[in-house]
């Protein structure tokens, strides 16, 4: 098991010195910060630690700056204070807890008290940021679709009436919406599975994402169904990205050998749209482009 690491800001070396040994007894790997040089070097790295002694009498950083030391990469790292001067300063106390002191530990103390507060901050940390990790898988289930890896469908809803809301208000610059899907899919599916079927709308998911700009939003919709968001885009503009898409899918070494049937539904944002009007625009354009014996495109 892999020693937890203890950053200790300490006055001089004699100090730190007395906080080792109590640490390396108690198999915890400590690193010193005992001047204003190492204490700037230590807020550029990347180093991560499972806690951050600081003696509450340092004179060479502010509370406020070594709260950062547990900020960003290292988010929830507690910082604790040991005050062992013997008269104490109330403002020393009151200024680390309003910078986000986890603990501040007073003389008289003795190791004991020391190494059970510092044991108990360490699993609170590591439980709260076992915590966001859960929380952020989950948000990341529920704005990426896990076969296509693109925008998942009610991501894209929420994009799209904030983008319909913004084009209400400001609809300087033309906004249009790609509605297309493998109209062939279940041929695939038929003829080679099911697994083989979802194979090729992840490829054709990668490819989509591979050859449109970073500001476009591809989401996948239903099935093999995608939708894409064009921002800055007019419906003529969109054309000749559909245009240009089948050209590079003809050439692509993957989905090439698969001659993949296509369908593109288009439209453009307008004054007086409703969500629901817009969706059911771009999707009736869909199925008639699916109808159609050459082109397979329709606009709305």
């Given amino acids: ?141 529920a704005t990426i679709d896990q076969l296509s890896k693109s925008t998942s469908k009610m991501h894209m809803q929420a994009i799209l009436r904030h983008e319909l809301s913004n084009y209400k208000r400001y609809g300087n610059e033309d906004v249009s919406i790609i509605y297309l899907g493998i109209t062939s899919i279940e041929k695939h599916i038929a003829a080679f599975g099911l697994e083989k079927g979802e194979k090729i709308i992840a490829q054709f998911a990668k490819f989509l994402r591979s050859n449109i700009r970073e500001s476009d939003v591809l989401a996948r919709w239903v099935g093999s169904e995608f939708i894409i968001l064009l921002t800055n885009t007019s419906i003529k503009t969109t054309e000749s990205v559909i245009r240009k898409l089948k050209i590079l899918l003809a050439s692509d070494e993957k989905l090439a050998k698969s001659q993949l049937e296509l369908a593109f539904g288009i439209t453009a944002l307008k004054k007086d749209d409703v969500y629901e009007e817009l969706l059911a625009r771009v999707q009736y354009a869909y199925k008639k482009a699916k109808k159609q014996t050459y082109g397979h495109l329709e606009i709305a």
């Fill in 1 to 141: 098991m892999k020693n937890e690491h203890l950053l200790i800001l300490e006055i001089n070396e004699k100090n730190y010195a007395v906080l080792k040994n109590l640490f390396d007894k108690h198999n915890y790997k400590t690193t010193a910060v005992l001047d204003r040089e190492s204490f700037e070097e230590m807020m550029a790295s990347k180093e991560h630690y499972d806690a951050i002694i600081v003696n509450a009498n340092i004179k060479f950083a502010q509370s406020r700056d070594i709260q950062k030391l547990a900020e960003e990469e290292r988010e929830f790292i507690p910082v604790i204070y040991i005050d062992s001067a013997k008269v104490h300063d109330k403002s020393l106390l009151e200024e680390s807890f309003k910078a986000g002191a986890a603990d501040y530990i007073k003389k008289p103390f003795d190791s004991k008290e020391i190494l059970v507060r510092i044991r108990r901050h360490i699993d609170i940390g590591k439980k709260l940021r076992e915590y966001k990790l859960r929380i952020d898988k989950l948000a990341n289930l």
